[in-house]
């Protein structure tokens, strides 16, 4: 079966066909999602190149996926289980939350696409597993071995509050804040957060995310700081996760962002900074717990694909997934 796959989120969509859940490497492209009026538009593009007729799709949506019914949190774009029918000509559909589309893909990613950051001393082969994004946007989502396969719940926790600890965050708590007063992970942990960390810093200061990485590379001072200030909160959310899901199986960073600071997270990089593992272990009596999970690197670019294909093989799998 011939199959179009789509990880779609707020800045570019990746897509590839797959024929029995396996992706064909060199169908696989990225479109930049400004260049299109919406996702059903990016879709006819990409199969008239291909001049495929596929006959079934699988989109993952960086937003929230409801009743069949995928929004993006950072584009004004929507699409739901007819429109995708529509805009493919695949019968059988299915939509699903980006992150989910990465916990699918855990089981199917090649030594090649990941990284190990931490080997963790608690590794328990088949425990539960979190994959973490930061990208445009973040999110993050835990897979469960089950023997009626892998089971990956859906969730926003992008949105969720920030843990903010006073008097080492205050300032920049009231930077971040939103009218309301409400301060979300994603309004730091996300390309537009490290901006604003940068803002705060050096305040009036403005430049995009890629420049500020440049920045750091070159060793510019408020580069330095910003980056800091990220890896600490970065390293505090994670670690809030991890206690939640208990992810003996491993987590797993994944996202532009994330591999971005990639080379300066492993203790055993040339440009190691320590503030991501001191602020994963910042929690208290459980600072020696935390050493217990393997933290990885997803360092492929197209790795949800591989779980919108994988959904698709899935025994009895939903024609659209709900939350």
Not at 66 to 83: K, P
Not at 132 to 157: I, K, L, R, Y
Request: proline residues 6%; aromatic residues 6%; hydrophobic residues 45%.
């Amino acid at each position: 079966m011939l199959s179009v796959v789509a990880d779609v989120g707020g800045t570019n969509t990746r897509l590839a066909l797959a024929r029995d859940g396996r992706v064909l490497t060199d169908t696989l492209r990225k479109r930049q999602n400004t260049r299109f009026a919406d996702l059903a538009a990016v879709l006819r593009d990409y199969l008239a190149e291909l001049a495929a007729s596929p006959q079934a799709a699988a989109i993952a949506i960086a937003g929230p996926v409801r009743h069949g019914v995928g929004r993006l949190t950072n584009l004004n774009w929507e699409m739901d289980s007819a429109g995708l029918r529509a805009a493919t000509g695949a019968e059988r559909v299915m939509i699903l939350n980006d992150l989910q589309a990465h916990g699918h893909a855990l089981g199917h990613l090649e030594t090649d696409m990941v990284d190990l950051i931490t080997a963790g001393t608690g590794s328990e082969p088949g425990g539960a597993r979190l994959v973490v994004g930061v990208g445009t946007g973040f999110n993050a989502a835990v897979a469960h071995d089950t023997p009626s396969g892998v089971q990956v719940a859906a969730s926003e926790c992008g949105h969720i509050t920030l843990p903010l600890c006073p008097p080492k965050h205050g300032a920049l708590g009231q930077a971040l804040a939103q009218p309301d007063g409400f301060i979300g992970v994603e309004d730091a942990l996300s390309g537009r957060g490290l901006e604003r960390i940068y803002g705060f810093v050096g305040p009036g200061a403005t430049m995009p995310a890629d420049q500020i990485m440049a920045a750091l590379a070159a060793g510019a001072p408020q580069a330095q700081t910003t980056a800091g200030l990220f890896l600490d909160l970065l390293g505090r959310v994670v670690g809030d996760l991890a206690l939640v899901h208990l992810p003996f199986g491993g987590i797993f960073l994944c996202g532009g962002v994330a591999r971005a600071f990639g080379g300066l997270i492993a203790p055993n990089a040339p440009n190691f900074r320590p503030e991501f593992g001191q602020g994963f272990a910042a929690k208290g009596r459980f600072s020696d717990f935390m050493t217990a999970f393997p933290i990885h690197m997803i360092t492929d670019d197209f790795a949800a694909l591989l779980g919108c294909a994988a959904s698709l093989q899935a025994p009895n799998a939903p024609t659209s997934t709900r939350i």
